[in-house]
């Protein structure tokens, strides 16, 4: 059985990437004003990069190399690489092409909540909520009825120890996460634009090997090998704390422009 505690706790990541996502936008909107536009592209962007084109590189590599958890440091360097290449080229891209008119602090922050926004909600609808819908399938006894001829039985025995055994501290825990990664999201956004205003693309190749080592440890976690989840919110709150002074400081780099 899947306690209440745990069932309730699963709900606070979904209000939470949510309401950072509005909430940002808010608090923007009177610090330094948002553009709708930037805020629009950055979630499209986010979608199609990571979701629909890395996604495609995923499948092709995982399909073709299904032991890669045996092996953390070539799966975090393959993984790290591939996330720092498709959401920084994006992102360039997406300046240089669909927002000129919005080469300035405004427009970064803007790009950066609609990438760092949606990523939040999407990822947590698409981890959480499956969960929340094994949880009360476990509790009313239906959840091997329903799913046995879709999963493997050791699949399915799998799914279901790890959601009885995932407490509340996992879903709590990834609410932080996600607070966190939001701003290093807008860290990104106003470092690739910071590229396209000087006309340095080294700049992104800079943003792209940053990316790379900041997701390379969490490869360890992902496969297994680093089982304390406590290690990694520690890291990603140093990360984000490190966010919150850069985009402090890209206020007097980047230009400001009134619409």
Excluded at 7 to 25: A, E, R, W
Excluded at 189 to 210: D, E, M
Excluded at 229 to 251: C, N
Aim: hydrophobic content about 55%; charged content about 10%.
């Amino acid at each position: 059985m899947v306690s209440t505690a745990t069932i309730i706790s699963m709900f606070v990541p979904i209000v939470v990437s949510i309401g950072l996502f509005v909430g940002l936008i808010l608090v923007y909107r009177k610090k330094t004003g948002i553009a709708v536009k930037p805020v629009v592209i950055g979630a499209l962007g986010f979608v199609v990069a990571t979701q629909i084109l890395e996604k495609v590189l995923h499948v092709v590599v995982i399909t073709n190399f299904p032991n890669y958890s045996d092996h953390p440091w070539l799966f975090g360097l393959y993984g790290g690489m591939a996330a720092g290449l498709f959401e920084e080229l994006a992102r360039f891209l997406l300046f240089i092409w669909l927002l000129k008119k919005f080469h300035d602090y405004k427009g970064g922050i803007s790009f950066g909540i609609g990438w760092g926004g949606i990523e939040a909600v999407l990822l947590v609808l698409m981890t959480v909520v499956p969960n929340l819908i094994f949880a009360f399938m476990i509790n009313s006894g239906t959840f091997e009825s329903s799913l046995a001829g879709s999963i493997p039985a050791d699949q399915l025995a799998g799914m279901k120890e790890t959601i009885v055994n995932q407490g509340v501290s996992f879903y709590l825990l990834g609410s932080l996460e996600r607070f966190f990664a939001i701003f290093l999201q807008i860290v990104f956004s106003l470092f690739v634009l910071l590229a396209v205003v000087k006309k340095k693309f080294s700049y992104v190749v800079y943003a792209i090997l940053i990316h790379a080592a900041i997701d390379f440890p969490l490869a360890f976690y992902q496969t297994g090998h680093l089982k304390n989840l406590w290690v990694i919110e520690i890291y990603m709150a140093i990360i984000g704390l490190l966010s919150f002074v850069f985009i402090k400081k890209a206020r007097n780099i980047l230009p400001h422009t009134t619409r």
